[in-house]
């Protein structure tokens, strides 16, 4: 335990140095995704649904969030609220109707309903179609706040996103988070006990809606404009990817996922396909290969060195190695 | 709003829909065999869609071989191309939740989608019609090839719909899709009929493309864009039913070519709120067999 908060006190340090460094709006695109990908794991590591049409609460909070600073001169974080309550309430109707199939099903409902989506943003009158919504304006925040400078505006997404992850790991660390594992692991089972699981699933799905629509939001206020690429299925897949690519139901997994995609598309933007191309190539490699992602892999391979280690020096007690390996 | 609809539009919309409807029937019928075999929905279905037009475009202008060597060579090259796939990663991955397989063909998808733009870049390319004529009607004009295109994807359907119900492959096909481990303990070779199966699926997509290539333009993203409603034809129509596929692909395509013509703003969309509507009607699918929620 001691060692882990070393190392969030060092993520933290790093950080916080990070933008003397590095440019603000790249780190600041690695933080949006990492909200995106916390809230994906939410509902595919710990719920064990496969939603694949996630762009739709992520872009489409982008339009909200845009439309508001555009035509009205309220503060920052209420036109953030304002994407995050949209894609909310969105997450709750579509999530009402998809969870009436499972598994494979759910998939491709969420497909076809973030498609949908896309298409009622394309001809919406205030999206701007294909050119997307240009000139989006960082107001103050809390009417105080000036933003403006992206150094500063670093800042502010870096705090929102502490807040974000706190607020995830509360989520899946709660008896709510409990019950939403055991969902996963045996749904009806978790009927038997008396637990209505389709309501459970349906929060999760509208916290993680909400949270997606965060990430979103802020991706807007950074861009300072939304496209219809944060609709795209393209943008469902690579949250998908780096879910799966950082670690599924660990909480530092997609973080490390969302950066490593982040960085990758950035070092490949100027090439063309090849983004796509070697996303199809990881993504394959994963699936068939590496199933925990990276931090399974690693954790996993640490508890089996400990393991090891352990055993060699108590080699009369091995129902300790096995007490371990239950737990 | 019903002002202004000639009998010339409104026919030549449901004759655009009937087309639709032959490729989303086709499209649907072979993820459903697919899906009800393996329990895989293989979301490669639009690439490999895209792969048989492809196939068919470099034969024409590469090896100078015409439309007719096309439909038959194009399915046969793209399905032996699913069967690798399927070999190098569906199979390790048959025993695991069926998720990994769904994202194993996305990523499959990734990879040729990118791999042909990148070679043949993004715009589409044309493909002459092989029969540049059409038949009077009287009140309109009958493109023969499309006329083609309705009748060979409805010989197509029913040929397959008849072959799996009727033949004694068929048979070994259903059982296998219920009570693989029994079958196997029958003598018959399951896993080759896995990968064969595929292959014919994959084959039947690529047919598709073949069949699109002198309607719709040569793209490398037009298989992307067929597969989403496709894969609302497939929720509306009920997973795993073969029949449900065929008839909801045809009856969505009319429906999606009516709209043009009546409301065409609400084209794009039509398909997706019928989904929603037999969400809400029919929670497991208008065809559905007993199994089906799962």
Redesign the interface.
């Known amino acids: 335990m001691a060692i882990r908060m070393l190392i969030a006190i060092a993520c933290i340090a790093v950080a916080l140095v990070a933008p003397f460094v590095i440019y603000p709006v790249l780190l600041m695109t690695i933080l949006c995704f990492v909200i995106f990908a916390c809230s994906f794991n939410l509902l595919l590591g710990y719920a064990g649904l496969l939603c694949f049409g996630h762009a739709m609460f992520f872009g489409g909070a982008a339009y909200i969030a845009g439309h508001i600073l555009k035509t009205t001169s309220v503060s920052l974080e209420v036109a953030i609220a304002g994407g995050v309550l949209a894609a909310a309430a969105l997450g709750a109707v579509i999530g009402w109707l998809a969870i009436r199939r499972r598994g494979i099903q759910f998939a491709m409902i969420t497909l076809a309903f973030s498609q949908l989506i896309y298409f009622l943003l394309l001809q919406a009158p205030f999206t701007g179609g294909e050119n997307g919504m240009q000139g989006i304006p960082r107001h103050q925040l809390l009417g105080l706040i000036d933003l403006r400078s992206n150094l500063s505006f670093y800042y502010f997404v870096l705090a929102v996103t502490a807040v974000a992850i706190f607020a995830f790991y509360r989520i899946v660390h709660s008896p709510f988070g409990e019950v939403l594992k055991a969902i996963r692991d045996n749904e009806a089972r978790v009927e038997s006990v008396g637990f209505d699981a389709e309501k459970f699933k349906l929060i999760a799905f509208t916290l993680s809606a909400g949270m997606a629509g965060l990430a979103g939001a802020l991706k807007a206020t950074v861009y300072q404009f939304a496209t219809l690429t944060d609709v795209s299925w393209q943008v469902s897949g690579e949250v998908i990817l780096m879910t799966l690519l950082g670690g599924l139901g660990t909480l530092a997994g997609p973080m490390f996922g969302a950066g490593i995609i982040v960085l990758m598309n950035d070092y490949l933007a100027g090439f063309g396909e090849w983004a796509l191309i070697a996303q199809g190539c990881i993504l394959l490699v994963v699936v068939v290969f590496f199933r925990r992602g990276f931090v399974g892999e690693l954790s996993a391979l640490t508890g089996y060195l400990l393991r090891r280690t352990r055993s060699r020096k108590e080699p009369s007690v091995p129902h300790q190695a096995i007490a371990d390996e239950a737990a | 709003m019903f002002d202004g609809i000639t009998p010339q539009l409104l026919f030549g919309q449901i004759l655009l829909g009937l087309i639709n409807g032959s490729f989303y029937a086709m499209l649907s019928m072979g993820l459903a065999i697919i ?1 009800g075999l393996m ?1 895989v ?1 293989n979301f490669a279905h639009g690439a490999q869609y895209m792969l048989g037009a492809f196939v068919a475009w470099l034969a024409l202008t590469e090896f100078g071989l015409p439309y007719w060597g096309a439909l038959l060579i194009a399915p046969v090259v793209v399905g032996l191309f699913g069967m690798v796939i399927e070999r190098l ?1 569906l199979r ?2 048959q025993s ?1 939740d ?3 397989g ?3 063909t ?6 040729v ?3 042909i ?2 070679k043949y870049g993004s715009t589409g390319l044309p493909y002459d019609n092989p029969m540049p004529y059409g038949i009077r009607l009287g009140f309109m004009v009958l493109p023969a090839y499309r006329l083609w295109v309705v009748a060979f994807s409805l010989v197509i359907c029913v040929g397959t719909w008849l072959a799996i119900e009727h033949t004694r492959l068929g048979a070994y096909l259903r059982a296998a899709s219920e009570r693989p481990h029994m079958v196997e303990a029958f003598g018959i070779n399951v896993p080759r009929m896995i990968t064969l199966t595929y292959g014919f699926g994959v084959g039947l997509a690529a047919l598709s493309g073949v069949l699109a290539a002198p309607i719709y333009q040569v793209s490398p993203s037009m298989g ?1 864009s067929a597969l ?2 496709v ?2 034809v ?2 509306i129509g009920g ?1 795993g039913s073969i029949a449900g596929a065929i008839a909801s692909g045809y009856a969505l395509g009319v429906v999606e070519g009516l709209t043009k013509a009546f409301y065409p ?1 609400a084209a ?2 039509v398909i ?2 019928f ?2 509507l037999a ?2 009607l029919r ?2 699918g208008l065809f559905a067999s007993r199994d089906e ?2």
């Open positions: 899906f329990n929905v990663f390790p991955l695991l069926h998720l990994y769904l994202l194993a996305y990523a499959v998808a990734l990879i989608e990118g791999l733009t990148r992307s989403i409603v894969f609302a497939v929720v997973m703003s794009n969309v997706f709120l989904m929603i969400l809400f929670p497991s929620v799962r």
